[in-house]
């Protein structure tokens, strides 16, 4: 019913750049919040940063001055730009989208929470 397709993802050096994009499609009424979250190896999964519709930002200390998280409303795409990456911010990176989603069978509307599939960084130091 909703999809999350991310891109972006891939091989940098420490200090290098990034940019992730994540769209989301289907039966979709409004998405209340998007954001990012990652889980490197043997890690539990964290959150990144996360954006409302009206542009409330909340983001992880680790990430602050670094990264920035943004979002098209009209195209329901949320971007993470990634700058002075670290080995550290290694990890399989997810998009989340909360959302209200209007069933195709005609039933009423719900809220729910969707994931990406993930997409690799990896910062070589």
């Known amino acids: 019913q909703v999809q999350l397709v991310e891109s972006g993802g891939g091989l940098v050096q420490s200090g290098g750049s990034l940019r992730l994009s994540c769209a989301a499609s289907?039966?979709?009424?409004?998405?209340?919040?998007m954001g990012w979250y990652r889980q490197a190896p043997e890690k539990a999964r964290e959150l990144v940063a996360d954006i409302t519709s009206s542009g409330v930002i909340n983001s992880a200390d680790s990430v602050k001055g670094r990264f920035t998280i943004s979002r098209d409303n009209a195209k329901n795409t949320v971007y993470l730009q990634m700058n002075s990456l670290k080995p550290e911010d290694t990890a399989v990176y997810y998009c989340?989208?909360?959302?209200?989603?209007?069933?195709?069978?005609?039933?009423?509307?719900?809220?729910?929470?969707?994931w990406g599939q993930g997409t690799l960084v990896t910062v070589s130091s």
């Open positions: 989340q989208g909360l959302m209200s989603i209007q069933p195709v069978n005609g039933l009423s509307p719900y809220d729910a929470q969707f």
């Open positions: 289907g039966s979709i009424r409004s998405i209340y919040t």
